[in-house]
């Protein structure tokens, strides 16, 4: 199957047991003809741990959740949430919770954050505000000894 091919596959209609039928064509036109491939699914993750045949496929599928379990497991790991950006925190406390429904303003979100958080802001907005000076001091320089 070529990147252009066009294919289609209805899970509901085209399955057989682990069978799929897939329509395949090389484009819409009347001359190409669709062609149907027989595809089927050869094995899934934990599948070579049983033997092959039916009585194997039949193990590996009662103990599959149990392989899934192992693996989720031994390899997902906790995200840890950092919370909300310290800025935003300020913004819902002081601009958004003035026009939150009162039943509402009792939510964490909207509550005032420490006044540590209120300092670290205005230090940062204030840091932002000298580079931008800064960098367009610089940009109307260069644009100076370009004229």
Known sequence: MKQNHIFSCT???????????????????PEHTILAHKAFKVGFFGRSEFQKGDKGLKQAILARKRIMKEVYIKNMNVIENEGINIFKRVEMATKCRKIIPLEDRDDELYWPPPPEVYEAVKKERKARK??????????????????
């Open 11 to 29: 899970f509901e209609e085209n399955k057989t047991g682990n069978n799929l039928l897939v329509h395949i064509r090389q484009s819409d036109l």
């Open 130 to 147: 000298q580079f931008r000076e800064e960098l367009n001091k610089e940009k109307k320089g260069v644009v100076k000894k370009l004229k």
